[in-house]
């Protein structure tokens, strides 16, 4: 789509991250791949901001620069990203598994030869008996899916705020203490972070 990318000189490249423009109007057009996959894109893009919002050190942001660039190229999974926020206590069991469910869903729309309606073919509560009936159901699934989508998409642009919130109130909120309990080279880890000792955010005997 063209404008979807935009080229400042000498090199910054912008993103549009219009839900309306890249998702609703592809939908309304009666193109819904474009509209899953434009949906799919910003949800995974969203994650991976608010991994930037607790990452912010210049190294964690070149390893999620390097991470999200190899994504596609090695089969990396945009899940797993989200489990890292669920260890973080971002988002729960419950969110997790709607973003799982929508990417199902998407999947059976981008790789079947059916489209929207490999939602509808082969499932039992779903009846239909005729083209009409047929063509309204997949439809109004893709809909469903697509407002769900929105949401899923909503809810993680309203976490940014949480986690700067959270952030403010103790730097080292999302720091994970267990795995450093558990670390066999504690005095390394005490040279490398001794604000977290300082703090008694780390305990060591």
Request: charged share 30%.
């Amino acid at each position: 789509m063209k404008g979807r990318v935009t080229f400042n000189p000498p090199g910054i490249i912008g993103f549009s991250f219009d839900w309306d423009r890249l998702v609703d109007k592809p939908f309304k057009e009666d193109n819904i791949n474009e509209a899953f996959s434009n949906a799919d894109a910003m949800i995974d893009s969203s994650i991976h901001g608010l991994l930037r919002f607790i990452y912010e050190e210049d190294a964690a942001q070149d390893l999620l620069n390097e991470l999200i660039y190899l994504r596609g190229r090695v089969n990396l999974d945009s899940l797993i990203f989200l489990e890292v926020l669920k260890q973080k206590k971002v988002v729960d069991d419950e969110f997790v598994n709607k973003v799982r469910q929508f990417k199902k869903a998407r999947n059976l729309v981008l790789h079947s030869m059916d489209g929207e309606y490999a939602l509808v073919i082969g499932h039992p509560d779903l009846k239909y008996t005729s083209q009409e009936e047929l063509d309204s159901l997949a439809l109004e699934i893709s809909k469903k899916w697509i407002v769900e989508a929105y949401e899923i998409f909503l809810k993680l642009f309203e976490l940014s705020s949480i986690i700067d919130r959270q952030k403010k109130e103790d730097p080292n909120y999302y720091f994970s203490i267990d795995f450093y309990y558990k670390y066999p080279h504690i005095e390394f880890i005490k040279k490398k972070f001794p604000h977290l000792h300082k703090t008694k955010k780390i305990k060591t005997k």
